[in-house]
């Protein structure tokens, strides 16, 4: 069984930072993609950024910048670090992971984590 777990999301202000973590439990796909998705309310789930074969990255155009994905194969751990939060960042993040290949379609993710809260105030 595959398990995704998301950490490190609080109520910061403007501005402000902060780390998510994603710890992933027995998948093998470790060194395949790992990502970063977002959803706030109302709006569909997309994509933040995502990380191949733990060193090839990409970025949302509205994060570029701002947001940096990172990931520690051998803690089993991608990070997302949130640099000049801004009130439209404020989503519940999901951390998934496919294999092969990465991809912005969130559907062809298999494995997702319950999300974290992330909330940004002006």
């Known amino acids: 069984q595959v398990q995704l777990v998301e950490s490190g999301g609080d109520s910061v202000q403007a501005g402000g930072s902060l780390r998510l973590s994603c710890v992933y439990f027995?998948?093998?796909?470790?060194?395949?993609?790992m990502a970063w998705f977002r959803q706030a309310p109302g709006k569909e789930r997309e994509g933040v950024a995502f990380i191949y074969n733990g060193d090839t990255t990409a970025y949302a155009d509205s994060v570029k910048g701002r947001f940096t994905i990172s990931q520690d194969i051998a803690k089993n751990t991608v990070y997302l670090q949130m640099n000049g939060l801004k009130p439209e960042d404020t989503a519940i993040y999901y951390c998934?992971?496919?294999?092969?290949?990465?991809?912005?379609?969130?559907?062809?993710?298999?494995?997702w984590g319950q999300g974290t809260q992330v909330a940004v105030s002006s």
């Open positions: 027995t998948y093998t796909y470790g060194r395949d993609c």
């Open positions: 998934a992971a496919r294999a092969l290949v990465c991809s912005w379609q969130r559907g062809s993710y298999d494995y």
